[in-house]
């Protein structure tokens, strides 16, 4: 049975999209229609589509890629910070929940 990723979000009920692993988390979230503040249309070039997964969930996602090393500090990588473009679920049977309200909302503005 699939799994879902779930997007959290404070004063809305939790969104939840199966998983599929040939979409990145980004494309799940357009698939719930929630913005998670893509700029650059998925080529992690604005750095702006930032999610909290929780560490522990971390295995359940693609290895950290250059480009979220160039736009997340080590410590937000350690905490949990991910590119939602960058990262991609690796096994539909397994939940993961991304935070979607840990960002501030400043980070996220279009400029
Ligand atoms: S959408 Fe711009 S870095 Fe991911």
């Not at 969930?57 to 590119?83: C, F, K, M, W």
Request: aromatic share 4%.
């Amino acid at each position: 049975m699939a799994a879902d990723l779930i997007f959290r979000r404070k004063g809305a009920p939790d969104c939840k999209v199966e998983i599929e692993t040939q979409l990145n988390v980004l494309a799940h979230s357009q698939l719930g229609e929630i913005f998670i503040g893509s700029q650059c249309g998925g080529h992690g070039k604005c750095g702006k589509d930032r999610v909290r997964i929780d560490p522990k969930d971390q295995s359940r996602l693609s290895p950290v890629t250059s480009a979220e090393r160039l736009h997340l500090s080590e410590g937000q990588i350690a905490e949990g910070y991910r590119l939602g473009c960058q990262c991609w679920p690796n096994d539909p049977s397994r939940t993961i929940v991304a935070d979607v309200e840990a960002i501030d909302p400043r980070e996220r503005e279009v400029l």
